[in-house]
């Protein structure tokens, strides 16, 4: 598998906009913002260089992302890394005995192909692998 870079790290938030007004303190500015309804969330892009802040808005109570709030309260949900090769990366992530909460590709924020390791397999760590579309 060959990890290209960081691509973002998820924020799981109740409200992005006071988030983001967090970061605005450090010269950061707000991208865009996207709603993925397959995913119950709304997306709030801040670039730090060639990585994101993805600020993680629920829009509904059954959203995973509401669901890891509720638990573990606000905070980093995850961190998304850059493949090369998105099915190759999942295909060694199973042989090497990870669980996968997604066995294929599923689209992302941007349109973008991602797939998740479950936490369990990477010690504590949700990982989203990510390939951007051309």
């Not at 973002?8 to 913002?33: M, S």
């Not at 990366?89 to 349109?111: F, K, S, V, W």
């Amino acid at each position: 598998m060959r990890i290209t870079k960081v691509d973002h790290i998820g924020i799981a938030t109740r409200n992005a906009q006071e988030v983001a007004a967090v970061y605005k303190e450090f010269g950061l500015a707000v991208e865009a913002t996207e709603e993925v309804p397959s995913q119950k969330v709304r997306v709030t892009f801040i670039p730090v260089g060639e990585t994101r802040l993805e600020l993680l808005e629920p829009t509904s109570e059954d959203s995973a992302v509401a669901k890891f709030i509720e638990t573990r309260g606000e905070g980093v949900q995850h961190i998304a890394f850059a493949v090369e090769d998105l099915d190759g990366a999942l295909a060694e992530c199973e042989r090497a005995g990870m669980r996968l909460i997604d066995q294929t590709p599923r689209q992302g924020a941007h349109h973008n192909a991602i797939a998740f390791i479950h936490p369990k397999s990477t010690k504590g760590v949700l990982i989203e692998l990510c390939k951007r579309r051309s």
